[in-house]
């Protein structure tokens, strides 16, 4: 297999190391009684090492945090919580007070990793103060969606760099991608950060030709694959049977 690049400094967020062999992440965006069951299968399986809670979808489908989060609390199952904004294709429309009253609640089911969008909080500077009380409970992701294109690589470096002044623990880029120039960017932006931040990243490229940087990113330093549970959360998603031909997952 490939060399991968990894972290000189292996970071833990509970039970969950991040930095050394890639994570995969299934998206769970619905809950009943088969994802449920599933869930159980794959955690003690180990086909997974964390799932994102994709909470904008479940809103969507009236799923309250309390039919969701003990049973991922109760089964000590490591996971993202991620309440996306519309604006970053979040599934449905909710004022941002009423997302950040959601996120502290639920803190109190202890998430490996809280997702914030970085413009949102780039934006409202006052967040900075609700972003160390979330950082006193959980690691947290600042994540900058671009669905339009991919910006140059210098104004993806400065993205990067503004995201670790905010406090991130994680940095997550996911940009459109138009062409195999947008795929190199996005496979030098993984590489630079790694080299110069030291820090866990998520480097997507979304689209078509963005399902390449799915498979390479993870050897220039992204950490974490996404994967669908059931439904794809984002164009250019891949099923996990690629990454476990790539990776050699058990």
Partial sequence: MLKRFELSNIKKFGKVSIGKTPLLCASVTSFDKKTMNKIKICYEKKLFQIYEIRYDYLYKKNIKLNDILPFFKKEEIPYIFTFRRKEEGGKVYVE??????????ALNYDPTLVDIEYEWANKYKELKTSLDKIKGKSGIILSYHNFKNTPSIKHLKSIAN???????????????????????????????????????EIIIGMGKIGSITRITAPFFGSDIIYVPLFERTASGQLNVEYYRLVFRFK
């Fill in 162 to 200: 503004n995201c670790l002044d905010l406090n991130a623990d994680v940095i997550k880029i996911a940009t459109l991608t138009r062409s195999f120039k947008d795929a190199l960017k996005i496979l030098q932006l993984a590489y630079w950060i790694r080299k110069n931040l030291d820090i866990p």
């Fill in 96 to 105: 941002d007070d009423k997302r950040l009253k959601t996120i502290f609640e």
